[in-house]
């Protein structure tokens, strides 16, 4: 079992800039690959970001890409998500993810791919 409590949400105009952090508890952090998904009201929880377990891969969505940077920390149990030059339209609730232990598939970008969730954080960006 893991959990997950992200924070750093918040207000910010556009083209400012927010970080995001998950905070995990549990079992073996390093053993997880973790991503990053966001929701809109009336939408799909569409992915966002994702890092595999040996951190040394990461995925993004396209409309993020050179925007968004998703890291993390193993020592310290943490997932970040850097995000620059916000638009209006990347506001929603962002939530981290984590797979089941040693995930390999390629289907990270699906939230079905993820065991875990958080209860997400709000993030509006006004124009």
């Known amino acids: 079992q893991v959990q997950l409590v992200e924070s750093g949400g918040g207000l910010v105009q556009a083209g400012g800039s927010l970080r995001l952090s998950c905070a995990a508890a549990?079992?073996?952090?390093?053993?997880?690959?973790m991503g990053w998904f966001r929701e809109c009201p009336g939408k799909e929880r569409e992915f966002v970001a994702a890092i595999n377990w040996g951190a040394d891969t990461t995925y993004y969505l396209d409309s993020v890409k050179g925007r968004f940077t998703i890291s993390r920390i193993n020592a310290k149990n943490l997932l970040h998500l850097q995000m620059n030059s916000l638009k209006p339209e990347d506001t929603a609730v962002y939530y981290c993810a984590a797979t089941s232990p040693y995930y390999s598939g390629t289907d990270y970008y699906t939230a079905a791919a993820y065991n875990y969730w958080g209860q997400g954080t709000q993030v509006t960006v006004s124009s």
């Open positions: 549990g079992r073996t952090f390093t053993a997880y690959t």
